[in-house]
Nanobody, 119 residues
Framework: QVQFVQSGGGSVQPGESLTLSCVASPSTVSIGAVDWYHQAPGKDRDMVAS???????KYTHSVKGRFTISRDSAKNTAYLQMNFLKPDDTGVYFC?????????????WGQGTQVTVSS
């Protein structure tokens, strides 16, 4: 089954860090551009960071200087390093991107991972 599988997340205190991972499987596929989305409780899903195959990166204003998106194409993996976390960063984080399988590109979402920032 072609999919993104997420890991990482958890509960931390304000100012602490977390790293999220998003791995495409099976190993025979390739990944294209990957985005990370944040869905706060009761809110819509908003994109917070994106990285394309050339390594071009974009961040939403609220995470600039705190979050770092990266990718390891050889491992079909994207990462979101989150530093100086704030309570407003609480929510479910989803990766989203394109996966190439058998010559075809399709868009997929990860299963989501909970991040809770609270003192």
């Amino acid at each position: 089954q072609v999919q993104f599988v997420q890991s990482g997340g958890g509960s931390v205190q304000p100012g602490e860090s977390l790293t999220l991972s998003c791995v495409a499987s099976p190993s025979t596929v390739s990944i294209g551009a990957v985005d990370w989305y944040h869905q706060a409780p009761g809110k819509d899903r908003d994109m917070v960071a994106s990285i394309d195959t050339a390594g071009q990166i974009k961040y939403t204003h609220s995470v600039k200087g705190r979050f770092t998106i990266s990718r390891d194409s050889a491992k079909n993996t994207a990462y979101l390093q989150m530093n100086f976390l704030k309570p407003d960063d609480t929510g479910v984080y989803f990766c989203h991107g394109n996966i190439k399988d058998s010559g075809l590109w399709r868009s997929y979402w990860g299963q989501g991972t909970q991040v809770t920032v609270s003192s």
